[in-house]
């Protein structure tokens, strides 16, 4: 569907707000801006200093940090634009303090910014200038009739009788608004192309999250159907029959009590496989290890119960975020039992990294391939693994020759 494009024309309620801020640029140019090139260049002095200069360097970086975030609360309050805040980027396991501290200010997001505020006190500063020449000489020379005064001088060597200046500053007023007018237009156009988010972005985004929202959806109704269907195939029947049992041994208990005692012995062995249905049905809902040992252990847990041999590797500094582990647990138990069900394969590898702000999971079988996501089916198998990392706002690929191997890959969003 398409979109309108963003409007970058302020309207015409907008204009002194607009107004007032490339004002606030151009005094933020005459200020911070030379409070910013005397701080670098105390910090560049300062380097060979036992390096004191990085220090002071990277809480600088900081400051400017603050003031791109303030100007982005300013840009969002003057011309109505979405504008995100800077992100929070994120920090890895490996990382020093030193490198904790240098993300936040080391990211292209970063840089962005600080280009778009190093522009935007530029044209502060020519715009603001501009403007206030062409007010104050505009104003000067409205005034010149009335002071008694017998010339103007408007420029160097160019004088104007008074009611010549007058004039000269009826045009010079209405040459300073059409300045700022388009100072105006420039400054928010500037915002928009360097900080808010494209109608079409947020379209997408609106579109993801409801195609992630249909897609838990989906997922919790088979999860709903898989835990009706292992009842009633497993749990369930078991349980009848233990009490028919229970029941036929009562009756015979006075009468055949060898025959009673065979049937007790039967119904206590129904009773034990009917505690293991109900704790595989459990493990199915969310494992115990895997909230009381983490992932590791988990798929440890599962490669144990696969008939077929499975190598597990969890290259992981720390745990992930609860959500994300309970997905790749259950994307791994799905993956192994289709290796189990229908690859034919002699071995299997699960490998589970962490990049940044995504988690990847691999699992590798050198079976027969073939596999496929099916269209049209409820949910079972590899659709509905799809529509449970779909729900999770991740992505899964699989590539699967004929003759195979099989490479199942899935990444999901871990950001605490």
Known sequence: MATAPLDRRPAVSGILPGAANVLVSFALSLSWGIALIVLVSVGVGLIPVFGAGLFMLLGVAWLVRLV???????????????????????????????????????????????????????????????????????????????????????????????????????????????????????????DAAMLSVPAEQLQRQVIALADARDGAERAAEAERQRIERDLHDGAQPRLVNLAMTLGMARAKLDTDPEAARAMIDEAHTEAKAAVNDLRQIARGIHPAVLTDRGLDAALSALAAQSPVPVVVRVDLAERLPRATESVAYFVVAEALTNVAKHSHATSAQVVVTRAGDRARITVFDNGVGGAHIATGTDSTGLAGLHERVRSAQGTLSIQSPAGGPTVLTVELPCAS
Not at 99 to 104: E, H, K
Not at 106 to 120: L, Q, V
Not at 163 to 189: E, N, Y
């Open 68 to 190: 791109l975030q303030a100007e982005r609360s300013r840009a969002r309050a003057v011309y109505d634009l979405p504008i995100p805040d800077l992100t929070t980027w994120p920090t890895q396991p490996a990382d020093g303090a030193f490198r904790r501290a240098l993300r936040p200010v080391t990211n292209g997001e970063y840089w962005r910014g600080f280009a778009h505020h190093a522009i935007k006190m530029l044209l502060g500063l020519a715009a603001g200038s501009a403007f206030l020449w062409l007010a104050s000489t505009g104003l000067a020379g409205l005034a010149t009739p009335f002071t008694g005064a017998t010339s103007f001088s408007l420029l160097p060597a160019w004088d104007l009788l008074p009611w010549w200046a007058f004039v000269a500053g009826v045009l010079l007023l209405a040459l300073a608004a059409l300045a700022m007018w388009a100072a105006v237009l420039i400054d928010r156009s500037l």
